[in-house]
């Protein structure tokens, strides 16, 4: 009997069929294009970074109004942060002044570009401080004394720079202002988008549908001027590439009265571009379908379906990121 048992084996002993091994996940595609673009970085302020005390000061100079001749306008008046760094108004200027022919490009991730203004007449932020404190299209000041002394005329504003400027004897400079302005918009950059998740490997990121216009606008050629890290940003590009553009606007010819340069305008930065019309250097269209399509028309001589606008529309939202709402916020004047 007990040998038969045996035969037949204990009840329960039968050894456990292993289960099969669970399949690998699938591996998200790897993120396209990433040779032709980049990530905004969380900051610019370059090495070594400012102290908090100069920053602190640049973002009260940026938010002051009696920096501007008719004690009106602020930097922020025409480069709204609550608006993406940008204004509604198609051009901007002093109201008490003719104000510009030209649309405020963003402050946000400006300090990151290769040249300041459309015609790319200051070769950096500092430079574009300085210019727009005493044109009398932007804040119109008299003259650099006329600042300085502003500027010294307000109590609050000294111990304010003594401590940015600690080892200045004289810290209230033209220099100064321009570089605590500077120091400020170190901090004005927009990390965070869904297209630099993306770009980062985060294949979830972006929908099929906005992969389809990243796919898009980059096969339609809009890479050849919108690339890196800011989508544009980069280069000078002339207006009418392939076909005509009708602007009085003469570009860089305006102040270099070069024929060649005529209409030959700094491309601007594609990021957070939904956020900032009306658009291009006149602020002439408020619709960013319209620019797409007259772009690529003009600039790629491409004629683009509605169906093939409203895809790359649909990608460049993509490219929104975000501002820290604290660094951003309007801060108590002296």
Not at 133 to 154: N, R, T
Not at 185 to 194: F, M
Request: hydrophobic share 35%.
């Amino acid at each position: 009997m007990l040998t038969i048992l045996c035969l037949l084996g204990c009840p329960g002993t039968e050894p456990e069929t292993p289960p099969e091994p669970a399949p690998d996940p699938v591996p998200l595609a790897a993120p396209k294009h990433v040779v032709l673009f980049g990530a905004v970085p969380e900051e610019a302020y370059g090495d070594p970074p400012p102290s908090r005390a100069l920053v602190d000061l640049g973002r009260m100079l940026y938010f002051d109004a009696r920096l501007s001749g008719s004690g009106a306008l602020s930097c922020n008046s025409c480069h709204d942060l609550a608006r993406y760094g940008t204004t509604a108004a198609a051009t901007s200027g002093d109201p008490g002044e003719a104000g510009t022919a030209r649309n405020a490009p963003s402050t946000y991730n400006a300090i990151l570009q290769f040249k300041q203004y459309w015609d790319g007449r200051a070769d950096d932020l500092e430079a574009q401080a300085r210019s727009a404190l005493l044109s009398p299209q932007e804040l119109g000041m008299a003259s650099e004394s006329a600042v300085i002394e502003a500027i010294k005329a307000i109590e609050g504003y000294g111990p304010a720079f003594e401590a940015a400027f600690p080892d200045a004897r004289s810290p209230i400079t033209i220099g100064n202002i321009a570089r605590a302005l500077v120091a400020f918009q170190g901090g004005l950059t927009t990390p965070g988008s869904k297209l630099d998740r993306y770009l980062s490997g985060e294949g979830g990121a972006l929908s099929p549908e906005e992969i389809e216009g990243f796919d898009r606008f980059v096969s339609t050629g809009c890479v050849s001027c919108h690339s890196g890290a800011l989508i544009g940003g980069g280069m000078f590009q002339r207006l009418g590439s392939v076909y005509p553009y009708e602007t009085e606007d003469q570009g860089r010819a305006g102040q270099s009265k070069d024929p060649v340069e005529e209409k030959i305008f700094k491309v601007p930065s594609l990021r957070n571009v939904t956020k900032t019309g009306p658009w291009l250097h006149d602020g002439s269209l408020d619709s960013l379908e319209d620019v797409v399509g007259r772009m690529a028309h003009h600039q790629l001589g491409r004629e683009l379906t509605s169906e093939e606008i409203t895809s790359i529309v649909l990608f460049l939202e993509t490219t929104m990121g975000y501002p820290s709402s604290d660094y951003i916020e309007p801060p108590e004047l002296p």
